[in-house]
DNA sequence: ACCTGTATTGACGTTAACGTCAACGTAATT
DNA sequence: AATTACGTTGACGTTAACGTCAATACAGGT
């Protein structure tokens, strides 16, 4: 079965950690679109996992459009050679920024482990002389 | 010799991309402190470099005060015992967050990589029919 | 003396991504 | 019938990170 379930606002917003504000101005943006029943929003496993992708894009610094344009090119491979061939074009160019993006995390990183060691270094410095 | 040429703040813009209004304003925010003289901001290898950390800190999509928060580890192994052992933890808590940041990214990559493969399939599938 | 280029300081405008009410509906519980 | 819990729609407020003028200064070349 296909995950027939659905959950409330609150569910979702409790699950991830954002406010029920920010899930409707999600949807008022277009960036989720909940069945409605009446006035009352249902998201479905779908939405749930649309929700999930735009926040680990927010974790990576992108806009929501960014994070949106991404998530639609997942579910892209049709069309005709030319519309493959640019969407080939537009995942190269996001796969660059997104490698180039790496390269700035490894080298923070890089240089947060060398503050690390220095520290620790300094403070195996600092505990002998308390035993003289 | 320690490079003791400046830079004008066009320099820096033109080098690194940005504008001088931006430069300006990490100024005044203190992100930066270039030497003045007069009213004329004249910039070190020392803000040139502290800038490319900044910038770097942005494609990160961390915040301005982020970045220069990280910064400031980077020049801190002084102090006391205990100094030395809250800016241990501040570095773990740090490499923490870059590391889930870092696992995000490989995610998306990999999915990017996957959309790419489906991608280059239908397109393969596609030409043969046209050699008919 | 005039122009060109680069610098400066305000000061107001803008955009994204929500926060923060207020006023209201509805369904279940007491 | 009243409370409680959860939902809704406006509508205005807020913060970060600049953009966009406008008015001004100053140095060098012609």
Known sequence: MPDTRSYSISDLAAEFGVTTRTLRFYEEKGFLA???RGRVRYFSAADRVRLRLILRGRRLGLSLEESAEIIDLYKAPEGGKRQLAALIDKLAERRGQ???QAADLAATLADLEGVEDACRAALAD???ARSR
Do not use: Q
């Open 126 to 128: 600092l505990k002998p």
């Open 98 to 100: 997104l490698e180039k």
């Open 34 to 36: 909940p069945e409605r």
